[in-house]
């Protein structure tokens, strides 16, 4: 079987394990169904400008579906931010 690796930041790794375990699946699952969603969604081209976007997007911020992750505000005088789970995914 083929596999594919998908590298997440800790923040990002955390929301999607936290959701999976509150519907009671593993993250494998998520990502399968993230997977097959998108794919039959593949005919549509704007589609298409959103990963190229997302996936460059990447490189300098979390989404906003993933965990804050700990911010310094040490230049602006207050304290430091703590990391907090992700108001996306609250199941509430």
């Not at 996936?55 to 040490?74: F, M």
Request: include cysteine; proline fraction near 7%; charged fraction near 30%.
């Amino acid at each position: 079987m083929a596999s594919i690796k998908l590298h997440l930041e800790a923040a990002e790794s955390d929301a999607v394990a936290r959701f999976a375990e509150s519907i009671g699946a593993k993250p494998e699952a998520l990502l399968y169904c993230a997977l097959n969603r998108l794919m039959l969604a593949a005919h549509d081209p704007s589609l298409r400008t959103e990963i190229l976007e997302t996936w460059e997007s990447k490189r300098e911020n979390l989404p906003l579906w993933a965990d804050s992750a700990c911010s310094v505000h040490a230049y602006e005088g207050k304290p430091d931010a703590e990391p907090e789970p992700s108001r996306y995914l609250k199941t509430e």
